[in-house]
């Protein structure tokens, strides 16, 4: 087992040999922490420093979700004149729209939370 | 049948406990986290009502949220999609809090409620709304209106209810919204959003609405019927991380005020030009919503139903004949309005009585106060009803600030005798007096009074009652002897106290009465700037060792602040609360 994960790992590349090893050190670290010194001010400077770490990656993510996820759509929707928020200056005699009741039912609508 | 009401994850988060269609318990988590306007899920405050009615969370037959969280996050989606690209940065400061938190709601609440194990209900925001003035107005059948900043795509609603039913019929969809409208003012004027608004609505009085009509020419596209349309190229609310943008700030000339700054008569007319605004949206919706339903009662809630100065105009000014505006009109009566929906309208039970008042919190014994004293070292008289309603009232005449702590704490905004800070209304410095020495808060803001619910009409131009400090009148021009709550524009936003609901209270205005000849006393809120209002006999008593309270009545024990031992603290005080 361990000569065969030995295999698999000297066969990826350095730099994923290199992440993974980080990923693991990280992780041993926190679990150090956590066991023997949860309380301490090393603790919680490191927690402040992953989370850190954290705030760019997530920052990061999710960049690229909002440019591939929502760019597209957008852009489709304007090609298409749609605007969801219902932004033009109309000239209705009403702006109040229908209440739509939800077709579940009360009850059964009730238990969703859409 | 127990049922609870959570309503968190925005603003001013809060639990309720029904049994049985009746309110037993509810309360704001912030009052217990001593966070203002706390988003959290209310732990605490759940806590709290299941104490109260003497359960666990396994004896409830069911939960109720007070809003859908998929149609919210709906609407976020949508909204960034419509304003891709400026919306990253909203995008990316929102969505890690939904993933988080805001999409899991049911685990939260199971998490939160174990052993649980009943049915977790969802109503929509402003069905909550609804549901929470209706249902514990005095009204068997009413037109009812919610308007807010927004809930899942609704900014407001109107409908009607009769019995255990509640139809809605039309909806204000987002982005147009008379609540973000007038937050966006607020941000604009320099202050907090979803927390100063009432301090736009005192402000305004000051100055003359001078940009009404521009305002509605350019920015508000009113309709006859009250639906409007916002002219969405000066907010930047729909994308961005603040509430308008540079057009807004071209179009009244300057940038958004800095929070603390003076403010000058451009900032008074502002305010007056939205408080017109506002109450003029409000006004039509209301006319529009009678001729609609042909009913002549009306139930009000939604942030906006916190602003006293249009409830009054809509009672004096529309075919309405009676109003009841639900005490926290705000997002924290969400939780009141899910329990009721899901007992009342999907449940089909009968309804309970009325609310007569809003004492629905935490309460405290003498012997846990004179328990607490003693540990502080305090020195006290305990004095019996009649006693400490002479000597409170004596004290008042005598122009001390009290600090007024009484059975249960108030559910909702307003203190109402329960947590009050009480003084003289004739005393023309009380207000700055007030203001400077004892709440730490702007110079201009108004008091109110509290007045026998018997005397009101006598002293001020209102011929119905207003328990819950939620209607504005005129102090008649034959009683301007309380400057100290008369607001520049001669008005005043008055409590009127019965003693059906709050019998100390009562006696003490009458004393005082007897004294002075004036029904009337100072009534605010007993807390500092950015400090909740006080829950406890400890939060009670550190709020009045740090101002300039003179006395504090803590339950039957009243206390002399020269009598006392200074109070010991390592921090300064000042820093612990963030200005609102």
């Known amino acids: 087992m361990m000569s065969r994960f030995g295999a698999w790992l000297a066969h990826l590349p350095t730099h994923t040999r290199v992440l993974l090893t980080f990923a693991i050190c990280v992780v041993l670290i926190e679990l150090a922490f956590r066991r023997f010194a949860p309380h301490s001010k090393a603790y919680s400077r490191w927690t402040k420093g992953v989370e850190a770490v954290g705030a760019v990656w997530t920052a990061v993510l999710l960049s690229i979700v909002y440019l591939v996820s929502v760019g597209p759509v957008s852009l489709f929707m304007k090609l298409r004149g749609t605007d969801l928020l219902d932004r033009s200056a109309g000239k209705d005699p009403t702006f109040w729209k229908s209440h739509e009741a939800n077709p579940l039912g009360p009850l059964a609508a009730a238990r969703h939370q859409f | 049948m127990n049922v609870l009401g959570i309503s968190c994850f925005y603003h001013d988060s809060a639990a309720a406990l029904l049994r049985d269609g009746v309110v037993v318990a509810a309360c704001q988590e912030e009052r217990l986290s001593r966070k203002k306007h706390d988003q959290s899920f209310p732990a605490r405050a759940v806590k709290y009502v299941l104490k109260e009615a003497g359960i666990g969370p396994g004896d409830l037959d069911a939960v109720g949220f007070y809003d859908k969280p998929l149609l919210k996050f709906e609407r976020m989606l949508s909204t960034y999609i419509a304003t891709f690209p400026r919306s990253f940065g909203s995008f990316r400061k929102a969505m890690p809090v939904w993933i988080k938190e805001k999409l899991w709601v049911p685990a939260i609440i199971r998490k939160e409620l174990r052993p649980y194990k009943g049915p977790i209900l969802f109503a929509e925001h402003h069905m909550s709304h609804a549901a929470s003035c209706f249902f514990v107005s005095p009204f068997d059948e009413a037109a009812i209106l919610t308007v807010d900043g927004v809930g899942e795509w609704a900014t407001a609603s109107f409908g009607v209810g009769k019995g255990s039913d509640i139809t809605l019929f039309k909806e204000i969809r987002f982005p147009h919204s008379l609540g973000l409208l007038y937050s966006a003012f607020t941000y604009y004027l320099g202050f907090k959003v979803n927390s100063a608004e009432y301090k736009v609505m005192g402000l305004a009085p000051y100055g003359k609405p001078v940009h009404f009509d521009r305002i509605m020419n350019e920015i508000v596209h009113l309709n006859e019927d009250g639906s409007f349309k916002l002219n969405m190229k000066y907010f930047s609310y729909d994308y961005g991380l603040t509430m308008t943008d540079g057009r807004f700030s071209e179009f009244f000339g300057g940038p958004p005020r800095k929070p603390e700054t003076w403010m000058t008569e451009r900032e008074f007319d502002i305010a007056a030009s939205i408080q017109k605004v506002c109450e003029e949206i409000v006004l039509r919706m209301a006319r529009y919503i009678h001729r609609e339903s042909g009913l002549t009662r009306l139930c009000m809630a939604g942030g906006v139903a916190l602003n006293c100065v249009a409830n009054g105009r809509v009672i004096r000014e529309t075919p309405f004949k009676e109003l009841f505006v ?208 006080v829950c406890t006999p400890h939060d009670a008593y550190l709020c009045f060792m740090r101002t300039n309270m003179d006395h504090l009545a803590l339950g039957h024990c009243l206390l002399d602040k020269k009598e006392l031992p200074p109070l010991r603290e390592d921090v300064d005080w000042r820093t612990l609360f963030e200005l609102d």
Request: charged share 25%; hydrophobic share 40%.
């Open chain 2, 326 to 533: 639900q005490p926290a009109a705000g997002d924290a009566g969400g939780a009141v309005g899910v329990a009721h929906y899901v007992y009342n309208s999907l449940g089909k039970q009968p309804r309970g009585p009325a609310w007569t008042h809003a004492y629905l919190g935490p309460d405290y014994d003498d012997a846990e106060i004179r328990q607490y004293l003693d540990g502080q070292g305090a020195k006290y008289r305990v004095l019996a009803d009649d006693e400490l309603v002479r000597e409170t009232a004596r004290l008042i005449a005598g122009g001390n600030v009290i600090g007024w702590f009484q059975g249960r704490m108030e559910f909702g905004p307003r203190a109402l005798g329960g947590r009050s800070i009480l003084a003289d209304p004739r005393d023309a410095k009380m207000r700055d007096t007030l203001n400077i020495k004892i709440k730490f808060r702007e110079g201009f803001r108004p008091f109110a009074p509290s007045v026998l619910a018997d005397k009101a009409s006598e002293w001020f131009d209102i011929d119905c009652d207003s328990p819950y400090m939620l209607l504005v009148a005129q102090v008649r021009e034959g009683k301007r002897c309380i400057p100290s709550v008369t607001h520049v524009d001669n008005s005043a936003r008055l409590q009127t106290v019965t003693r059906e609901a709050s019998p100390l209270y009562y006696d003490l205005i009458r004393e005082f009465e007897r004294l002075t000849g004036v029904p009337v006393i100072i009534n605010t809120s007993f807390n500092v700037r950015g400090e909740p209002i």
